[in-house]
């Protein structure tokens, strides 16, 4: 999900595939900023979702917490190991897997270089192969990253989050391309490819 302004605007159409993904049996982690989790928390109760009941249980994870920072610093390891753990433990508790959402930015922690996003991201998108049981979105707020950031982001996703009852193929994945270069289409901007996308 690619997105610009406030985050707060997209809250209800998270809330809503949240719920579908309790329904589907899925336990959900929402990882983002105290208020940001505060906001989800809102949504949720008023799509008469019983919020404390579903945390009570473990289906549903609605946390700040930064454990995969070291240091204050991203570590791209330790975050892949704990999505991985935490989709295995899904499946031990009975679930049918792990679908998480996360902002990007509040993942890479306060000061973050992105360098290392990109490495992030493939090895996120292997740990979807791997583990089919592990699902999500990952949230771009434009606002916070550098172009280059979201341009990398977007040729490593196989499909767009559009909102909550559209999601779409991403013409602009690069399935092939390297870790170390996801090579941009430079006919036209960021700004352009991102307009196609939703007209």
Excluded at 140 to 159: K, W
Aim: net charge negative.
């Amino acid at each position: 999900m690619i997105y610009e302004g406030s985050p707060s605007k997209h809250l209800r159409g998270i809330a809503s595939v949240i719920i579908e993904q309790l329904r589907a049996n899925h336990r959900c982690l929402y990882l983002n900023s105290p208020t940001m989790v505060a906001g989800i928390r809102s949504y949720l109760a008023a799509a008469g979702l019983d919020v404390a009941h579903e945390v009570s249980k473990g289906s549903l994870v609605l946390t700040s917490e930064q454990g995969h920072l070291i240091n204050g610093r991203f570590d791209v390891d330790k975050m892949l190991g704990m999505l991985e753990d935490s989709v295995r433990q899904a499946l031990r508790d009975g679930y049918e897997g792990l679908w998480a959402t996360g902002d990007m930015a509040w993942e890479f922690g306060n000061g973050a270089s992105f360098g290392e996003l990109l490495m992030y991201e493939y090895g996120l998108e292997e740990l979807f192969r791997k583990l089919p049981a592990l699902s999500g979105i990952c949230q771009y707020h434009r606002d916070n990253l550098p172009d280059q950031a979201v341009l990398e982001g977007l040729g490593i996703h196989p499909a767009l989050y559009i909102n909550e009852t559209l999601s779409r193929l991403n013409p602009y994945y690069a399935p092939n391309a390297s870790p170390a270069r996801v090579p941009p289409d430079a006919s036209i901007s960021l700004e352009e490819m991102l307009n196609r996308l939703v007209t």
